[in-house]
């Protein structure tokens, strides 16, 4: 049966293998192309194609690729943005680049024509060859910037010598793109766009003792790394795209059909950007989800640390909660649930407390969250085996905190759970008073959260405003 198992582990990392690692080498093919190119290309047709001239559009950053081993002179953006940005503008049709970055090599290949034609043709007064293209329009800019590490992350798990962890890491790029009058030296429109670089990493092993003195030790993964090539592409397609846009938008040039200005593509340009102002450098919206005040209810299950050996039972809470400031709320609860031990104590008790909230995100959907306060335990009905124990209710005081995550299901609903743990002021909350430490309660929770009135701000309004604005031009 041992043997099976090794087989079949085996033959499960054999194909894993095979399919992850090239088997043989490809052809050359056509570069691919993102999804910011098809935007491009969609674009309508200008009225004139423009004249612009790309002297050097480069890196920036100066920033050299990250090794373990030490320092590598080996850059970690490509030093082939002007060509891409070349390419960019060709493929657009809104543009006839004409070259400037190899500016002397096309000089002297045109002195070498001139020289050659001179020797067999009569001089006369007309150019030998035709005089150069100049732009109307400069496009200067570069890469500005290259964040590594922005946001990393991961998971993983191992039991009895099997499991799996996954690692992800993602870095930005930063591009800017100007254009500039070169009849007066004015800087006509100013673009920037951003991209993420997202590299992943993911693997699965087994290391244990399959008899005595053999170990059975297997492994499989697979890396993804998006091509930092293919991100500045996709950046640069965006700048041209916005500049063409909002060039468009400004009069500095314009559409084959004047109703192209009023079209779809203005329209979902301009939402694109005014949605954008709501969201931060990790592409989630800061927007303001969640009100003052908000009402939760949640089911509970109840586990005491004490003296005895704890049951698990059922719990009910309602709570009432203030945001005072945005990361920090004061938060008021109330609760009902029995506690206790199987055979020993078992007693019902309402809770109340109060305790400070701090969420890390209050601007997103999702959020973790902690909670620190003190509150009381009413001791209301009990269930006590020993009859010479005292029958009378009990205030007892705790300490509370506890961890939890909240996700937005809507604008105003939230689906909140956390893990809680009281800690009590004195050692006799089952009525046994032994040992070291005081009696405790452990929670576990799920519940709603709803916002009694979500101050969000929409930018439906901003929308129509600045969609009127460009009709009214």
């Not at 067999?120 to 500005?144: A, K, N, R």
């Not at 269930?383 to 809507?410: C, H, M, W």
Request: charged content about 25%; some cysteine; hydrophobic content about 35%.
């Amino acid at each position: 049966m041992k043997l099976f198992a090794i087989i079949v582990l085996l033959l499960t990392v054999g194909c894993s293998q095979y399919f992850h690692q090239p088997l043989r080498t490809s052809s050359a093919r056509l570069g691919s192309e993102s999804d910011q190119y098809h935007f491009l290309k969609d674009l309508p047709e200008p009225d004139e194609p423009i004249v612009v001239a790309v002297y050097k559009f480069k890196d920036q950053t100066g920033q050299y690729k990250e090794t373990e081993t030490g320092t590598s002179w080996s850059t970690a953006i490509t030093q082939g943005a002007t060509s891409i940005l070349l390419r960019t503008l060709e493929e657009s049709k809104w543009f006839i680049p004409i070259e400037r970055e190899g500016l002397n090599n096309l000089l002297n290949e045109r002195k070498i024509i001139r020289s050659s034609r001179g020797g067999y043709e009569s001089q006369t007064d007309q150019p030998l060859i035709p005089p150069l293209l100049f732009g109307g329009i400069l496009l200067e800019g570069g890469i500005v910037s290259f964040d590594s590490n922005i946001m990393t992350g991961g998971a993983g798990a191992r039991y009895f010598g099997l499991g799996s962890s996954g690692q992800y890491r993602a870095d930005r790029i930063t591009v800017y793109l100007r254009a500039i009058s070169t009849s007066n030296g004015r800087i006509l429109k100013t673009v920037y766009t951003s991209k993420t670089i997202l590299s992943q990493q993911i693997d699965v092993g087994i290391f244990r003792y399959v008899a005595f003195q053999r170990i059975l030790e297997a492994e499989t993964g697979f890396t993804f790394n998006e091509p930092s090539e293919m991100a500045v592409r996709e950046a640069i397609e965006k700048a041209v795209y916005s500049l063409i846009i909002e060039g468009a938008m400004d009069g500095l040039w314009k559409f084959k059909n004047d109703e192209d200005l009023q079209g779809e593509v203005i329209t979902d340009y301009l939402n694109e950007k005014t949605e954008n102002e709501l969201i931060d450098v990790f592409g989630s919206k800061v927007e303001e989800r969640r009100s003052n005040i908000s009402v939760g209810l949640k089911g509970s299950i109840w586990n005491y640390d004490g003296d005895y050996k704890p049951k698990t039972f059922p719990a009910a809470g309602i709570d009432l909660e203030w945001h005072s400031h945005k990361p920090i709320a004061i938060n008021i609860s109330f609760g009902y649930g029995t506690f206790g031990s199987k055979s020993n104590y078992q007693g019902e008790y309402a809770l109340s407390e109060i305790t400070a909230k701090y969420r890390w995100f209050p601007s997103m959907k999702s959020t973790p969250f902690i909670k620190l306060g003190a509150g009381n335990l009413l001791e209301i009905n009990n269930n006590i085996i020993d009859e010479e124990a005292t029958r009378f209710s009990q205030i007892n005081p705790f300490i509370t905190a506890e961890v939890g995550y909240e996700y937005l299901i809507k604008n105003n609903l939230g689906l909140n759970t956390g893990i809680n743990y009281r800690y009590s002021m004195d050692d006799n909350l089952d009525r046994m008073n032994h040992g070291n430490y005081n009696d405790g309660l452990w929670e576990v929770n799920i519940g709603l959260r709803y916002y009694l009135k979500n101050r969000r701000k929409t930018p439906q309004s901003s929308k129509e405003e600045k969609t009127a604005k460009h009709k009214t031009k």
